[in-house]
């Protein structure tokens, strides 16, 4: 199945959308943010207990309820709007790392660290998720724009989560730690008063019937939602193991500060694809483009099963990272179709394909570890691109479920359902 699709207009066509601008500007401080925290909280907490491993236990802890949460947090945000509910979480959350950081300073108990940064992980406000369904509002009546708008989305996240580290890397060597900790904290803030102070949030008013609009289940009721669940578990986890092996290779080699410069071509790849992506006026539907992306990220694993020198290993990393960004883009406009067809909850929609890339990432990287000093690098990414074959096949096999349960090749407006009045769903990231 085709359909027409009119040429995508240029980037800055979305940018240029008014009611975007400081909502966007938001989510791109806040994802800073959380790309920022990662190494600025290892080396607070290190800094100030003298024990990597409190620090690291402190770390995991965050990340770990960063991550169960997700979908509850989302479901807030659907339940409450975007205004309220990124309120409701971002002052908790802000209180949860300035006790964590003062317990740290202060030599409390583990224990106290522990459950200081678990609380501040439950409460980490989902400003990605948010944003994506706020584009599909915002862009409703512009429907060529939401194809470039979510590819814009997912290259900025790329590169944010690239630039991050070496903006806490910079703030740690000129100053301390700890001003990177606090950096971390103002970013957060900044983003969410930009967030909710804008028009677009307070856009969507109250309905006469209190039932209306409502969101009435939670997305992994849908069959095509657990598709690209399922799909985003697999990718995740190889994209995981790659995280582990590309360094390994360079440090295999002799240059083990080469490693960063794979993981870069790994991004880089990501952002050229997913730029280019968001600018060709497909005229393939969404749910067959997305088939085809995950058997081509497949395939561009295989390469790296022939290889352990560092050059090939960085040309085969950037020909992975072509597909990243794409596939993030196609599969924000299926769930978008999804959420619009069924009236399911838009934000833990959009939270659930980030927390399925999360998991597989977690897991890829753990098994990468464990995997190397026994088998080599070569074979662990073969076992990886086992886990991507099987990916594939499940996707092109279940392909009718996202055909079915989102009859529009492109995308409807999730815009109804992203309100700051109160709204009723099920339970981000």
């Not at 209180?95 to 003062?102: R, V």
């Not at 952002?271 to 081509?296: C, D, E, K, M, N």
């Not at 929609?349 to 753990?366: E, K």
Request: hydrophobic share 55%; aromatic share 6%.
């Amino acid at each position: 199945m085709t359909t027409h699709v009119e040429a995508r207009p240029a980037y800055l066509a979305v940018l240029a959308v008014r009611e975007a601008r400081s909502p966007f500007l938001g989510s791109c401080l806040a994802r800073m943010s959380f790309a920022v925290l990662p190494l600025s909280l290892l080396l607070s907490v290190r800094d100030a207990t003298g024990s990597f491993a409190v620090a690291g236990l402190t770390s995991g802890a965050l990340s770990a309820t960063l991550t169960l949460f997700a979908p509850a947090r989302a479901r807030l945000i659907d339940r409450k709007g975007s205004r309220t509910g990124l309120i409701w979480l971002t002052v908790p959350y802000l209180l949860g790392l300035a006790a964590l950081i003062t317990l740290a300073e202060a030599g409390a108990p583990t224990a106290a660290l522990l459950v200081a940064a678990a609380v501040a992980g439950v409460f980490a406000p989902p400003l990605g998720p948010t944003m994506r369904v706020l584009w599909a509002r915002i862009l409703h009546a512009r429907q060529p724009l939401l194809h470039t708008a979510y590819a814009l989305d997912s290259v900025t996240e790329e590169v944010v989560f690239t630039v991050g580290p070496l903006l806490a890397g910079g703030l740690i060597a000129v100053a301390a730690p700890l001003a990177s900790m606090i950096t971390v904290m103002v970013l957060i803030a900044a983003g969410t008063v930009c967030f909710v102070l804008s028009a677009a949030t307070a856009a969507a008013p109250a309905s006469d019937d209190p039932d209306a609009d409502r969101p009435r289940g939670r997305p992994m009721a849908l069959p095509g939602m657990r598709t690209i669940v399922l799909s985003f578990g697999g990718v995740g986890l190889v994209v995981g193991v790659l995280q582990v092996v590309l360094p390994f290779i360079a440090d295999e080699a002799g240059s083990p500060s080469a490693g960063g410069v794979l993981l870069a071509l790994l991004s880089a790849g990501s952002a050229v694809g997913g730029l280019t992506y968001g600018r060709i006026g497909w005229r393939s539907a969404p749910v067959r483009r997305f088939a085809v992306l995950v058997t081509g990220f497949t395939l561009t694993v295989l390469p790296l099963c022939l290889t352990e020198s560092p050059v090939p290993a960085g040309a085969f990393a950037f020909l992975v990272g072509l597909c990243l960004a794409p596939l993030f883009t196609t599969a924000y406009l299926l769930v978008n179709d999804l959420v619009t067809a069924s009236r399911t909850a838009p934000t833990e929609a959009n939270t659930w394909v980030s927390t399925a890339n999360n998991g597989g990432f977690a897991a890829g990287s753990a098994a990468a570890g464990v995997l190397l000093d026994s088998q080599g690098p070569a074979r662990t990414v073969a076992l990886a691109f086992a886990v991507a074959a099987a990916t594939a096949v499940m996707t092109v096999l279940r392909r009718r479920t996202l055909a079915l349960d989102a009859p529009n090749s492109e995308p409807a407006a999730a815009a109804p359902v992203d309100r700051t009045t109160p709204v009723e769903a099920e339970p981000e990231e």
